[in-house]
């Protein structure tokens, strides 16, 4: 995310906006823009640990972030492959089912 996010504002602000500003200055204005992981690599990371914790709410919006960040729809699905021997085939193929719905939506 860039500096200065208000995305969770803009999604938790009307109900809890302490959660909503938290969101946005430690998560997506801190967290994302640390200097050890590019935003491509937190993506990745994001998206797997999505994946494994079964966290399926919240994967599409990560996939679309981790395309525009630069990952590929096949390093996204090759992640998610992988995964399906260390978190389970459930949790892969619940996710295979988000991601095609959400590649579908997306223009490449």
């Known amino acids: 995310m860039t500096e200065g ?3 969770g504002r803009a999604v938790f602000g009307d109900i809890a906006p302490g959660f909503g500003d938290l969101t946005d200055r430690v998560l997506f204005d801190e967290v994302w823009n640390r ?3 590019t935003p491509r690599e937190r993506s990745l990371v994001t998206i797997t640990s999505l994946i ?3 966290r399926h709410n919240e994967l599409p919006v990560h996939v679309r972030k981790g395309l525009a960040n630069g990952l590929t729809r096949e390093e996204i699905t090759e992640a998610a ?3 399906a021997f260390y978190s389970g085939w459930p949790t892969t193929s619940t996710a295979m089912g988000v991601l095609r719905k959400v590649f579908e939506e997306t223009p490449d």
């Open 5 to 7: 996010s208000t995305v």
């Open 81 to 83: 492959t992988h995964l």
């Open 52 to 54: 494994s914790l079964y």
């Open 35 to 37: 200097p050890g992981l």
